[in-house]
């Protein structure tokens, strides 16, 4: 199996922050990745797929890079909104995988 | 306007099989390369990715949990259909069922399912 491993756990930010979470696979995905934000109670929402591929209707302060076995997540300037948790998929392998999660928390 | 919902029962006991259906509207699995997955999530825990199922019936599951899953589907009826069998109190979760294209793009609500005797 491909393991997708998250950092940090949980973060802190404040509204206006700059944010980034990582994304690492236990092997090569090419850019097979998506990104995903939840909030409690709610299905998952798709953000960003083929790595840096911004799902229609997402804010532009959301985007993704990398490729390969590291990607990263970053909200330019945090709003309300996006205190959430986010977790990454690959979807490169005979069998898909998530990421354990990344809680953003208010500060 | 794609939409899916999950329907099944919301308790089972240990070691019974759970049967959850999806329904789903607004695309077909006639289409090329659409598919149907199921995700679940403990409560307070990560999502897990369970089973994929393509229009041409290929068929992906997890590796840790094959040997208890099976997904099938009606295209007729836009239905797909995941059986998980020898339920144990562990497999407490909500159980998501999602458009896989891009890969999940669209998901349904998401069913509690608790297991207890």
């Known amino acids: 199996d491909i393991q997708m491993t998250q950092s940090p756990s949980t973060l802190s930010a404040s509204v206006g922050d700059r944010v980034t979470i990582t994304c690492r696979a236990s092997q090569s995905i090419s850019s097979w990745l998506a990104w995903y934000q939840q909030t409690p109670g709610k299905a998952p929402k798709l953000l960003i797929y083929?790595?840096?591929t911004l799902e229609i209707g997402v804010p532009s302060r959301f985007s993704g890079s990398g490729s390969e076995t590291e990607f990263t997540l970053t909200i330019s300037s945090l709003q309300p909104d996006d205190f959430a948790t986010y977790y990454c998929q690959q979807y490169n392998s005979y069998s898909w995988t998530f990421g354990q999660g990344t809680k953003v928390e208010i500060k | 306007q794609i939409t899916l919902k999950e329907s099944g029962p919301t308790l089972v006991k240990p070691t019974q099989t759970l049967t959850l259906t999806c329904t789903f509207s607004?695309?077909?699995?006639?289409?090329?390369?659409?598919?149907v997955g199921w995700i679940r999530q403990p409560p307070g825990k990560a999502l897990e990715w369970l089973a994929l199922?393509?229009?041409?019936?290929?068929?992906r599951y997890s590796p840790s949990l094959k040997n208890r899953l099976t997904v099938t589907k009606d295209t007729s009826q836009n239905q797909v259909v995941l059986t998980m069998t020898n339920m144990d109190p562990v497999d407490t979760a909500t159980y998501y069922c999602?458009?896989?294209?891009?890969?999940?793009?669209?998901w349904g609500q998401g069913t509690l399912v608790t297991v207890s005797s």
């Open positions: 083929k790595a840096s």
């Open positions: 999602a458009h896989g294209l891009v890969p999940f793009d669209f």
């Open positions: 607004g695309f077909s699995l006639y289409t090329s390369g659409v598919a």
């Open positions: 199922i393509y229009w041409d019936d290929d068929k």
